[in-house]
Nanobody, 120 residues
């Protein structure tokens, strides 16, 4: 069983930047980043395919967030620029897509989450 560990969350002022990291304990396939704000459903925000490395983003983060992967380190990063108060949420990584597109929920492995808080 592969375990995923997120890091890099924290508190930042609006307009600031954070980089989230998610490290897997073993080899994985495609990666996804999700977030869930209090009282809201979990939202897929970015993903990167294992084959070819193509990426997809939710409209809410497109142009501000960048996902990248380092297969040598079994790691994915999410660079978040231009943070807004509405980006405040618990952020989760997921890995190894079993079904559906990479912005879906069909991942085999999920992390425990890291909190991001953006103050305006």
């Amino acid at each position: 069983q592969v375990q995923l560990t997120e890091s890099g969350g924290g508190s930042v002022e609006a307009g600031g930047s954070l980089t989230l990291l998610c490290t897997a304990s073993g080899e994985v396939g495609s990666w996804g980043w999700f977030r869930q704000a209090p009282g809201k459903e979990r939202e897929a925000i970015a993903c990167i395919y294992y084959h070819g490395g193509s990426t997809l983003y939710a409209e809410s983060v497109k142009g501000r967030f960048t996902i990248s992967r380092d297969d040598a380190k079994n790691r994915v990063a999410l660079l978040m620029n231009g943070l807004k108060s509405e980006d405040t949420a618990m952020y989760y990584c997921a890995a190894t897509l079993l079904s559906g597109g990479c912005l879906g929920n069909g991942y085999k492995y999920w992390g425990q989450g890291t909190q991001v808080s953006v103050s305006s």
